[in-house]
């Protein structure tokens, strides 16, 4: 009922920059928190950021200075603008958002189906 389609991966060399989108689509009652995931052959999925509907953003350490999450509320859109990125950033990325498709059901939160970045050195 609810679907988010990812773009903006790819590859580039170490110190280059990409930004990521999400848009989320379908019966949307209301919009919560979205964010980023990451996951890396071999490692678990982790938090990269995220941003609440108003604002309040949160980051991994590792890529705090770097990365900036933002969102565009009319479009049901959230970005991850990544700056000097680096060989360790590679992994499959996964945007997430916490919506209500009516307005008695839980929030529940809907995944895309991830974009691959790739960083060579």
């Known amino acids: 009922q609810v679907q988010l389609m990812e773009s903006g991966g790819g590859l580039v060399q170490a110190g280059g920059s990409l930004r990521l989108s999400c848009a989320a689509s379908?019966?949307?009652?209301?919009?919560?928190?979205m964010g980023w995931y990451r996951q890396a052959p071999g490692k678990q999925r982790e938090l990269v950021a995220t941003?609440?509907?108003?604002?309040?953003?949160d980051y991994a350490d590792s890529v705090k200075g770097r990365f900036t999450i933002s969102r565009d509320n009319v479009k049901n859109t959230v970005y991850l603008q990544m700056n000097n990125l680096q060989p360790e950033d590679t992994a499959d990325y996964y945007c997430?958002?916490?919506?209500?498709?009516?307005?008695?059901?839980?929030?529940?939160?809907?995944w895309g189906q991830g974009t691959q970045v790739t960083v060579s050195s």
């Open positions: 997430y958002a916490r919506t209500k498709t009516t307005r008695f059901v839980p929030w529940r939160d809907y």
């Open positions: 379908g019966s949307i009652f209301a919009s919560g928190t």
């Open positions: 941003i609440s509907t108003d604002g309040n953003t």
